[in-house]
């Protein structure tokens, strides 16, 4: 059984109701998780103002780096624990879940540096003024975070809010909280102080929903669905409580004739297999300049037909989808692909190992996909990719644009100045140039335009939005 963890004590929730875990890999019940409500998230918010008052508030910025730091170096010690929670929780392949776990340590490890560097302005003015301006915490924050990579959007959105002096208030997805659970237990154990980090578990239109009204949370970070991100922002407009809104992305790979293939194709395969294709900057659509249009699909179809699905302990190239509802989600698109006569080039395949009561799904490319059908307007969130021709430049960046998101583009070409048209022409928060994704990029800028959000986390610059400006004029004669 796992509990809220409140003002570093483990406590069940006031309802006395806990929802069944499943392991994807299997379809089975192993643990047990508090379904939370408002009184909960209340009590969560009392202890995180306190937390807040008390102690964060007085610590200086050298020793709240120091803590980040310390529960940084913890969750490196634990991150062959932290996997295999994981993996276990959400179906990762073991590759996937000890990646996830070496990512949250980087985050706090960035964000430990970050602490002290963060500072404001002095700004000339009149003649006898001095004016300056701070960088405050906005106080308690609350973190909506997704199923798909609990460890990774933890580490970014609160490792950037504690930095930025922030305590937190967390409603993990409650399909996946227990790495998230572990972390905050790990948080006590090298000091954090009670209250400043905060986690309640349950459903979200329950816990999540009674966390974004509350009156006492200062800033919401929501990663998740567009459709969901519009009620967060509508509760939260209702007390002008900021948001930052890390949404959904339909992101393309757009491959040039004169690319270098021999990178672009596992890149391309990788961007749309990886977590299974539950990625928020999956590349999904893939654009393909005519002349290569046909080799390019073939050897993608030799790479797709090699790639192997299977339980997370297998630790093949994909693992299980995260529930049985995703699986139908999957199965609804490619059911409407044979509906529309789109042509399959290849399909990996799910192992025989693979229990059947689990969430599987094979790897599938499709081809000639119409750029205004659903699969190439809607988030799949699985490992599934339409590919379509372009004819010229101009073709490439009307497709690549011609979706409500605009979160990631990938761009494959030798030519250096197309490479900056490409960039300032994509409708998007990042463009990769002949890579899509590698190294993590915690250090780098992270978020959307259009339907895929506001806001940027990840980098330094998530502490702007994890702080209000202050101006201050003083007049000294
Ligand atoms: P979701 O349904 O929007 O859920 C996201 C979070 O919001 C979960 O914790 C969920 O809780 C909670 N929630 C649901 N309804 C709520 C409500 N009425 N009020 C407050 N909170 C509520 O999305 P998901 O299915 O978990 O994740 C997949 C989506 O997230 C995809 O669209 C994906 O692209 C996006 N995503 C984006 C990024 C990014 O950085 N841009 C990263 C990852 C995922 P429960 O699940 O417990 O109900
Ligand atoms: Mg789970």
């Known amino acids: 059984m796992q509990y809220n963890y409140i003002a570093n004590a483990s406590v069940p929730s006031s309802s006395g109701k806990t929802i069944a875990m499943l392991d994807p890999s299997d379809g089975q019940t192993f643990d047990e998780i508090q379904r939370s409500n408002a009184a909960d998230i209340d009590m969560a918010v009392q202890a995180a103002r306190q937390g807040l008052v008390t102690v964060w508030s007085k610590l200086g910025a050298a020793e709240r780096g120091r803590l980040l730091m310390r529960l940084s170096l913890k969750i490196t010690e634990h991150a062959a624990e932290l996997s295999a929670i994981e993996q276990r929780d959400c179906g990762k392949p073991t590759k996937q879940a000890n990646a996830d776990a070496a990512a949250l340590a980087r985050y706090f490890e960035f964000y430990a540096g970050a602490c002290d560097k963060l500072h404001g302005e002095t700004i000339p003015y009149l003649d006898g003024y001095s ?44 399909d996946a909280c227990l790495s998230l659970l572990r972390v905050a237990q790990l948080a006590a154990e090298v000091g954090f102080p009670a209250g400043v980090l905060n986690i309640v578990t349950g459903y979200g239109h329950e816990v999540g929903d009674a966390l974004a009204r509350h009156p006492g949370i200062d800033h919401i970070s929501f990663t998740g669905s567009p459709v969901v991100g519009t009620l967060i922002t509508q509760v939260a407009a209702q007390r002008h409580c900021p948001v930052t809104l890390e949404l959904g992305g ?16 596992p890149a391309i395969v990788n961007a749309i297999v990886q977590n299974a294709g539950q990625t928020c900057s999956a590349g999904s ?62 399909q990996g395949k ?41 004819k010229d430049e101009d073709h490439a960046v009307e497709l690549a644009n011609a979706t409500q998101f605009g979160l990631v583009a990938g761009v494959w070409t030798r030519d250096g100045a197309r490479q900056f048209r490409m960039a300032k022409n994509m409708r998007c928060g990042q463009v990769f140039i002949n890579n899509y994704g590698a190294g993590g990029g915690v250090e780098l800028p992270f978020g959307g ?8 986390e990840k980098g330094f610059e998530a502490l702007y939005g994890f702080t209000t400006l202050k101006t201050v004029a003083i007049k000294h004669g």
């Not at 339909?250 to 194709?265: M, N």
């Not at 009561?357 to 799949?380: C, K, M, W």
């Open 131 to 174: 004016v300056l301006t701070w960088r405050e915490p906005h106080g308690v924050t609350g973190h909506i975070i997704p199923w798909n990579y609990p460890m990774q959007i933890f580490g970014r959105s609160v490792g950037g809010a504690l930095a930025a002096g922030n305590v937190c208030v967390v409603k993990p997805a409650e």
């Open 285 to 346: 659509r893939l654009l393909i300049e005519q002349a290569i249009y046909e080799p390019l699909l073939a050897r993608l179809g030799t790479a797709f037909e090699q790639l192997r699905v299977g339980p997370a302990s297998m630790d093949l190239d994909l693992g299980p989808l995260i529930r049985q509802s995703q699986q139908q989600r999957v199965w609804d698109f490619l059911s409407d692909a044979q509906v529309a006569n789109i042509s399959m080039v290849a």
């Open 350 to 390: 799910v192992v025989d190992e693979a229990p059947e009561s689990g969430f599987y799904q094979a790897p599938t490319l499709l081809r000639d996909v119409p750029i205004d059908h659903r699969l190439n307007q809607d988030e799949v969130f699985g490992p599934v990719l339409c590919a379509m021709s372009f």
């Open 250 to 265: 339909k992101s393309p790979q757009i491959v040039f004739a004169d690319a270098d293939l021999d990178a672009a194709v």
């Open 449 to 456: 335009v259009k339907s895929s959000g506001h806001g940027r």
